[in-house]
Protein backbone atom coordinates (compact mmCIF):
# COMPACT_ATOMS: atom_id res chain seq x y z
CA UNK A 1 0.00 0.00 0.00
CA UNK A 2 2.88 2.54 0.64
CA UNK A 3 4.24 2.07 -2.36
CA UNK A 4 1.05 2.91 -4.26
CA UNK A 5 0.79 6.38 -2.28
CA UNK A 6 -1.53 5.24 0.39
CA UNK A 7 -1.26 4.85 4.37
CA UNK A 8 -0.74 1.94 6.33
CA UNK A 9 -2.23 1.35 9.35
CA UNK A 10 -0.49 -1.95 11.53
CA UNK A 11 0.65 -3.78 14.31
CA UNK A 12 3.78 -3.37 16.23
CA UNK A 13 5.91 -5.01 18.06
CA UNK A 14 8.62 -5.31 20.52
CA UNK A 15 10.04 -2.78 22.87
CA UNK A 16 12.85 -0.60 20.97
CA UNK A 17 10.44 2.59 20.95
CA UNK A 18 9.22 2.86 24.51
CA UNK A 19 8.39 4.71 26.25
CA UNK A 20 6.49 6.33 23.06
CA UNK A 21 5.86 3.56 20.94
CA UNK A 22 4.78 0.20 22.87
CA UNK A 23 4.28 -3.52 22.17
CA UNK A 24 1.27 -3.71 20.62
CA UNK A 25 0.41 -0.44 19.47
CA UNK A 26 -1.22 0.17 16.29
CA UNK A 27 0.50 2.98 14.10
CA UNK A 28 0.01 4.54 10.92
CA UNK A 29 2.73 4.81 8.17
CA UNK A 30 2.36 7.40 5.46
CA UNK A 31 4.44 7.40 2.17
CA UNK A 32 7.74 9.89 2.22
CA UNK A 33 6.01 11.69 -1.18
CA UNK A 34 9.16 13.08 -1.87
CA UNK A 35 9.86 14.97 1.13
CA UNK A 36 12.79 13.88 3.10
CA UNK A 37 12.82 12.50 6.76
CA UNK A 38 13.54 15.50 9.17
CA UNK A 39 15.94 14.54 12.14
CA UNK A 40 13.09 13.58 15.12
CA UNK A 41 10.96 12.37 12.72
CA UNK A 42 9.95 7.94 13.58
CA UNK A 43 10.43 6.17 10.09
CA UNK A 44 9.66 2.75 9.11
CA UNK A 45 12.44 0.89 7.11
CA UNK A 46 14.03 -2.50 6.39
CA UNK A 47 16.66 -3.39 9.15
CA UNK A 48 19.83 -3.59 6.85
CA UNK A 49 21.12 -7.10 6.22
CA UNK A 50 17.37 -8.41 6.70
CA UNK A 51 14.07 -8.28 5.81
CA UNK A 52 12.72 -7.22 8.93
CA UNK A 53 10.69 -4.11 8.96
CA UNK A 54 11.40 -1.35 12.40
CA UNK A 55 10.24 1.69 13.32
CA UNK A 56 13.06 4.02 14.65
CA UNK A 57 13.61 7.89 15.00
CA UNK A 58 15.57 9.47 12.85
CA UNK A 59 18.55 11.23 14.68
CA UNK A 60 21.06 12.94 12.42
CA UNK A 61 21.85 13.28 8.64
CA UNK A 62 25.09 11.63 8.03
CA UNK A 63 26.35 11.26 4.44
CA UNK A 64 23.91 9.87 1.75
CA UNK A 65 21.73 8.88 4.20
CA UNK A 66 20.18 8.74 7.96
CA UNK A 67 21.44 7.85 11.42
CA UNK A 68 18.37 5.90 13.24
CA UNK A 69 18.01 4.79 16.49
CA UNK A 70 15.16 3.81 18.40
CA UNK A 71 14.65 5.55 22.16
CA UNK A 72 14.76 2.48 24.13
CA UNK A 73 18.63 1.08 22.25
CA UNK A 74 21.78 1.60 23.50
CA UNK A 75 22.83 1.51 19.91
CA UNK A 76 21.91 2.75 16.32
CA UNK A 77 21.31 0.98 13.31
CA UNK A 78 23.94 2.81 11.05
CA UNK A 79 23.20 5.03 7.97
CA UNK A 80 20.20 3.92 6.37
CA UNK A 81 19.84 5.29 2.79
CA UNK A 82 16.73 6.77 1.84
CA UNK A 83 15.51 3.74 -0.55
CA UNK A 84 15.70 1.60 2.59
CA UNK A 85 12.88 4.23 4.38
CA UNK A 86 9.47 3.18 3.53
CA UNK A 87 7.75 5.78 5.11
CA UNK A 88 7.02 8.28 8.21
CA UNK A 89 4.93 7.56 11.21
CA UNK A 90 2.04 9.98 11.74
CA UNK A 91 -0.23 8.47 14.62
CA UNK A 92 0.28 6.25 17.25
CA UNK A 93 -3.13 4.21 18.64
CA UNK A 94 -3.36 2.61 21.78
CA UNK A 95 -5.96 1.22 23.37
CA UNK A 96 -8.57 2.42 20.72
CA UNK A 97 -6.96 6.31 21.44
CA UNK A 98 -3.91 8.14 19.51
CA UNK A 99 -1.21 9.02 21.73
CA UNK A 100 1.67 11.28 21.20
CA UNK A 101 4.99 9.83 20.25
CA UNK A 102 7.18 12.46 20.33
CA UNK A 103 6.38 14.63 17.00
CA UNK A 104 7.78 17.69 15.33
CA UNK A 105 9.85 19.62 18.40
CA UNK A 106 8.94 16.84 20.35
CA UNK A 107 10.32 14.52 18.46
CA UNK A 108 13.59 16.60 17.10
CA UNK A 109 14.32 17.30 21.42
CA UNK A 110 14.00 13.21 21.34
CA UNK A 111 16.76 13.15 18.88
CA UNK A 112 18.91 15.51 20.11
CA UNK A 113 19.16 13.58 23.87
CA UNK A 114 19.37 10.50 21.97
CA UNK A 115 22.50 11.60 19.83
CA UNK A 116 24.32 12.67 22.50
CA UNK A 117 23.56 9.82 24.96
CA UNK A 118 21.28 11.25 27.43
CA UNK A 119 18.43 9.00 26.80
CA UNK A 120 20.81 5.82 28.05
CA UNK A 121 21.30 8.00 31.28
CA UNK A 122 17.49 8.12 31.52
CA UNK A 123 16.62 4.79 31.35
CA UNK A 124 19.18 3.69 33.95
CA UNK A 125 17.50 6.71 36.64
CA UNK A 126 14.45 5.39 35.49
CA UNK A 127 15.16 1.78 36.13
CA UNK A 128 17.01 2.88 39.33
CA UNK A 129 13.38 4.74 40.69
CA UNK A 130 11.42 2.43 39.72
CA UNK A 131 12.45 -0.58 41.81
CA UNK A 132 12.28 0.88 45.13
CA UNK A 133 8.94 2.52 44.14
CA UNK A 134 7.47 -0.88 42.73
CA UNK A 135 8.30 -2.48 46.03
CA UNK A 136 6.49 0.69 48.13
CA UNK A 137 3.85 0.13 45.98
CA UNK A 138 3.01 -3.96 46.26
CA UNK A 139 4.17 -3.33 50.63
CA UNK A 140 1.44 -0.42 50.88
CA UNK A 141 -1.10 -2.30 48.65
CA UNK A 142 -1.29 -5.19 51.09
CA UNK A 143 -2.25 -2.42 54.15
CA UNK A 144 -6.41 -2.33 54.81
CA UNK A 145 -6.18 1.82 55.10
CA UNK A 146 -4.92 1.51 51.20
CA UNK A 147 -7.85 -0.94 50.08
CA UNK A 148 -10.45 1.04 51.76
CA UNK A 149 -9.22 4.20 50.48
CA UNK A 150 -8.18 3.18 47.31
CA UNK A 151 -11.93 1.73 46.89
CA UNK A 152 -13.27 4.88 47.41
CA UNK A 153 -10.99 6.94 45.48
CA UNK A 154 -9.97 5.13 42.29
CA UNK A 155 -11.31 5.51 39.64
CA UNK A 156 -14.46 3.57 38.35
CA UNK A 157 -13.55 0.14 36.64
CA UNK A 158 -15.90 -2.09 34.23
CA UNK A 159 -16.08 -6.10 33.51
CA UNK A 160 -16.71 -7.03 30.35
CA UNK A 161 -16.61 -10.62 28.23
CA UNK A 162 -12.86 -10.71 26.78
CA UNK A 163 -12.40 -10.08 23.15
CA UNK A 164 -9.67 -11.70 21.55
CA UNK A 165 -7.59 -8.96 21.37
CA UNK A 166 -8.17 -8.23 24.89
CA UNK A 167 -7.23 -11.97 25.44
CA UNK A 168 -3.64 -10.87 23.43
CA UNK A 169 -2.98 -8.13 24.98
CA UNK A 170 -3.68 -9.73 28.57
CA UNK A 171 -1.07 -12.38 27.59
CA UNK A 172 1.38 -9.69 26.42
CA UNK A 173 1.52 -7.20 29.05
CA UNK A 174 -0.30 -7.79 32.47
CA UNK A 175 1.38 -11.85 32.52
CA UNK A 176 -1.22 -14.21 32.73
CA UNK A 177 -0.90 -16.80 35.36
CA UNK A 178 0.42 -14.59 37.93
CA UNK A 179 -2.11 -16.07 41.00
CA UNK A 180 -3.01 -18.82 40.05
CA UNK A 181 -4.11 -21.51 37.35
CA UNK A 182 -5.76 -24.55 35.62
CA UNK A 183 -4.30 -27.84 34.82
CA UNK A 184 -2.87 -28.17 31.41
CA UNK A 185 -2.63 -31.11 29.34
CA UNK A 186 -6.46 -31.97 30.10
CA UNK A 187 -8.65 -32.67 26.69
CA UNK A 188 -12.12 -31.08 26.42
CA UNK A 189 -11.36 -27.69 27.68
CA UNK A 190 -13.80 -24.66 27.27
CA UNK A 191 -12.43 -21.15 28.65
CA UNK A 192 -14.46 -18.06 28.93
CA UNK A 193 -12.76 -14.37 29.84
CA UNK A 194 -13.37 -11.30 31.10
CA UNK A 195 -11.62 -8.32 31.23
CA UNK A 196 -11.34 -5.54 33.89
CA UNK A 197 -11.28 -1.56 31.77
CA UNK A 198 -10.48 1.61 33.21
CA UNK A 199 -10.70 4.55 29.88
CA UNK A 200 -11.09 1.40 27.68
CA UNK A 201 -7.68 0.08 28.62
CA UNK A 202 -7.38 -3.82 30.31
CA UNK A 203 -5.95 -3.47 33.94
CA UNK A 204 -7.01 -7.04 35.09
CA UNK A 205 -7.90 -10.51 32.66
CA UNK A 206 -9.45 -13.81 34.56
CA UNK A 207 -11.21 -17.12 33.17
CA UNK A 208 -13.21 -19.89 33.40
CA UNK A 209 -11.72 -22.88 32.09
CA UNK A 210 -13.97 -25.85 31.70
CA UNK A 211 -13.03 -29.80 31.70
CA UNK A 212 -15.30 -32.06 30.16
CA UNK A 213 -12.91 -35.12 30.02
CA UNK A 214 -15.42 -37.56 32.29
CA UNK A 215 -11.82 -39.63 32.58
CA UNK A 216 -9.60 -36.64 33.96
CA UNK A 217 -8.53 -36.10 37.57
CA UNK A 218 -9.18 -32.14 36.89
CA UNK A 219 -12.99 -32.92 35.37
CA UNK A 220 -15.07 -29.37 36.61
CA UNK A 221 -14.96 -26.06 36.28
CA UNK A 222 -11.50 -23.72 37.39
CA UNK A 223 -11.16 -20.47 38.21
CA UNK A 224 -7.50 -19.95 36.32
CA UNK A 225 -5.13 -16.38 35.08
CA UNK A 226 -6.29 -14.03 37.04
CA UNK A 227 -4.41 -11.32 37.10
CA UNK A 228 -4.48 -7.62 37.65
CA UNK A 229 -2.20 -4.77 36.48
CA UNK A 230 0.58 -4.38 39.27
CA UNK A 231 -0.64 -0.18 40.22
CA UNK A 232 -4.17 -1.63 40.45
CA UNK A 233 -3.92 -4.06 43.06
CA UNK A 234 -5.44 -3.66 46.28
CA UNK A 235 -8.65 -2.45 44.75
CA UNK A 236 -10.90 -4.63 44.26
CA UNK A 237 -10.34 -5.41 40.43
CA UNK A 238 -9.02 -9.26 41.20
CA UNK A 239 -12.16 -9.83 43.55
CA UNK A 240 -14.53 -8.07 40.85
CA UNK A 241 -13.32 -10.42 38.07
CA UNK A 242 -13.00 -13.30 40.09
CA UNK A 243 -16.99 -13.12 41.21
CA UNK A 244 -17.55 -12.12 37.86
CA UNK A 245 -16.57 -15.76 36.59
CA UNK A 246 -18.30 -17.44 39.66
CA UNK A 247 -21.40 -15.70 38.71
CA UNK A 248 -21.25 -16.95 35.08
CA UNK A 249 -20.31 -20.78 36.47
CA UNK A 250 -23.32 -19.95 38.95
CA UNK A 251 -26.12 -18.97 35.99
CA UNK A 252 -24.86 -22.24 33.81
CA UNK A 253 -26.19 -24.08 36.93
CA UNK A 254 -22.90 -25.29 37.54
CA UNK A 255 -22.20 -26.78 41.80
CA UNK A 256 -18.92 -25.92 42.11
CA UNK A 257 -16.03 -23.78 40.85
CA UNK A 258 -12.55 -25.16 41.96
CA UNK A 259 -9.43 -23.22 41.98
CA UNK A 260 -5.47 -24.14 41.86
CA UNK A 261 -2.99 -22.17 44.21
CA UNK A 262 0.69 -22.29 44.57
CA UNK A 263 1.17 -23.01 48.63
CA UNK A 264 3.65 -19.76 48.67
CA UNK A 265 1.12 -17.30 47.26
CA UNK A 266 -0.12 -15.56 50.22
CA UNK A 267 -2.36 -13.05 47.98
CA UNK A 268 -3.94 -15.68 46.09
CA UNK A 269 -4.91 -17.37 49.12
CA UNK A 270 -6.18 -14.68 50.66
CA UNK A 271 -8.55 -13.64 47.98
CA UNK A 272 -9.95 -17.48 47.76
CA UNK A 273 -10.77 -16.97 51.31
CA UNK A 274 -12.64 -13.70 50.39
CA UNK A 275 -14.50 -15.77 47.51
CA UNK A 276 -15.22 -18.46 50.31
CA UNK A 277 -13.35 -21.39 48.29
CA UNK A 278 -12.41 -24.00 51.14
CA UNK A 279 -9.25 -25.43 51.00
CA UNK A 280 -9.93 -29.93 49.98
CA UNK A 281 -7.91 -32.64 50.51
CA UNK A 282 -7.39 -34.29 46.69
CA UNK A 283 -5.83 -37.08 45.43
CA UNK A 284 -5.06 -35.46 42.14
CA UNK A 285 -1.58 -35.84 40.62
CA UNK A 286 0.48 -32.74 40.69
CA UNK A 287 0.76 -31.33 37.18
CA UNK A 288 1.98 -28.75 34.83
CA UNK A 289 -0.54 -25.75 35.53
CA UNK A 290 -1.15 -22.88 33.24
CA UNK A 291 2.21 -20.45 32.62
CA UNK A 292 4.14 -22.61 34.81
CA UNK A 293 7.75 -23.93 33.64
CA UNK A 294 7.88 -26.43 36.28
CA UNK A 295 5.51 -28.44 37.35
CA UNK A 296 7.33 -30.46 40.67
CA UNK A 297 9.16 -27.39 42.74
CA UNK A 298 6.02 -25.92 44.30
CA UNK A 299 2.63 -27.75 45.73
CA UNK A 300 -0.30 -26.75 44.87
CA UNK A 301 -3.48 -25.96 47.19
CA UNK A 302 -7.20 -27.30 45.63
CA UNK A 303 -9.68 -24.97 47.03
CA UNK A 304 -13.52 -25.32 46.37
CA UNK A 305 -16.53 -22.69 46.03
CA UNK A 306 -19.73 -24.65 46.31
CA UNK A 307 -22.06 -22.92 44.58
CA UNK A 308 -25.59 -23.61 46.46
CA UNK A 309 -29.32 -24.16 45.32
CA UNK A 310 -27.84 -24.66 41.74
CA UNK A 311 -28.53 -28.03 39.48
CA UNK A 312 -25.79 -30.63 40.00
CA UNK A 313 -23.45 -30.73 37.13
CA UNK A 314 -19.43 -31.38 38.01
Not at 16 to 28: A, F, H, K, Y
Not at 114 to 139: E, I, T, Y
Not at 210 to 221: M, N
Request: hydrophobic share 45%; proline share 4%.
Amino acid sequence: MIERGSPLRIRVFGFSMMPLIQDGDVVTIAPLAGRAPAIGEVVAFVLPGTEKLALHRVVAREGPGWLLRGDNCPDSDGVVVGAEILGRITRVERDGREVPFGSGLTGAGVAWLSRVGVLGGLRVVRRVVRRPAASALRHVQGCAWYRAAGRRLAARFVIAEASDMDVWWAERRLGLFELDSAPLGTAGQAVSGWVAKRGGRVIGFVRLVTIADAESPWKGHWLSSLTVRERYRGLGVGEALAWRAVEDAASRGVSAVWLGVREDNRSALGLSRKLEFEPVASDRPETTFAGEERAATRKHVILRKALEDRAVSA
